[in-house]
C-alpha cells in the first residue's frame, strides 16, 4: 500500500513538473512573441493555455483523491500543497496569454516603443520558475529562497517601466496606445512573479513544514520627487 501511495505522489510531482515546463516555455514564447511582434509564436502561447488548464484539472482531481488516504509528514505536505501550488501555476498561464493578447494588439502598429524592461522581467521570471522547478523535485542544494530576492527585481524593474512609459506618454503622446499596451504586459510579468513567490512558499512548506509568507500587498510604483 505504501509503496502504491508514493507512487501516485511522485506521479503528482511528475505531473507539476510537467505544467510548470509548459509555463516556462510560454513565458519564454509570450515575451519574446511581444518583443519580435510574432503573431505566430503569440498565438502558439494562446493555444497552450488550454492544455495547462486540462493539467490543472487533471492534478486537482488527483490531489484531492489522495487526501482522503492516510498520508502524513512530507507526502500530506507534497499532495496539500501542490493541490495549492498548480492554480498559481494556471495563473501563470493566464498571464502568458495576457501578454501574448498584447502582442496580437501591437503586431501592426508602428514601433514606438522598446520592451527592454519586459524582456528582462520575463528572464528573471524564469530563473524563478527554474528554481522552483528544481526545489520541487527535491534537491536539497537549490536556495529556493532566492526566488523572494528575484521578485523585487521584477518590482523594480515594472517601477521603471511604469516610470518610463508615463514619461514617454508625456514626452511623446502619440506614443500612448503602445505605452498603454506594453504597461498590461509589464503588470502581467509583475504579476506573475508574485504568483511564482507563492509557489516558492508552498515549495519551503513541503520541505519543512513551515508556514512562510513573503508576498507582499499588490505593488505601486514609485514616482521619483
Do not use: W
Amino acid at each position: 500500500m505504501a509503496t502504491v501511495v508514493s507512487s501516485r505522489v511522485d506521479g503528482i510531482k511528475a505531473d507539476v513538473l510537467l505544467m510548470m515546463g509548459y509555463v516556462g516555455l510560454s513565458i519564454d514564447e509570450a515575451v519574446r512573441s511581444l518583443d519580435d511582434r510574432d503573431v505566430d509564436t503569440a498565438k502558439c502561447v494562446i493555444g497552450r493555455d488550454r492544455q495547462i488548464n486540462e493539467y490543472l484539472r487533471r492534478i486537482e482531481a488527483e490531489c484531492l483523491d489522495m487526501l482522503a488516504k492516510k498520508l502524513e509528514g512530507e507526502e500530506l505536505r507534497t499532495v496539500a500543497a501542490s493541490y495549492k501550488l498548480v492554480s498559481d501555476v494556471e495563473r501563470i498561464g493566464d498571464y502568458c496569454t495576457a501578454i501574448a493578447n498584447v502582442t496580437l494588439a501591437v503586431a501592426n502598429k508602428p514601433v514606438t516603443t522598446t520592451a527592454l524592461d519586459i524582456i528582462k522581467m520575463g528572464r528573471t521570471a524564469l530563473q524563478m520558475l527554474n528554481i522552483c522547478m528544481e526545489a520541487y523535485k527535491g534537491r536539497s542544494e537549490v536556495n529556493v529562497e532566492e526566488v523572494f530576492d528575484l521578485d523585487k527585481s521584477i518590482d523594480n524593474l515594472y517601477n521603471d517601466s511604469f516610470v518610463g512609459s508615463i514619461t514617454s506618454i508625456l514626452r511623446e503622446p502619440n506614443t500612448i496606445t503602445n505605452v498603454i499596451y506594453l504597461t498590461m504586459a509589464s503588470r502581467a510579468l509583475e504579476r506573475i512573479g508574485d504568483h511564482l513567490t507563492d509557489i516558492a512558499e508552498r515549495i519551503i512548506f513541503i520541505r519543512s513544514g513551515k508556514i512562510v509568507e513573503r508576498s507582499e500587498p499588490m505593488h505601486v510604483p514609485e514616482f521619483p520627487e
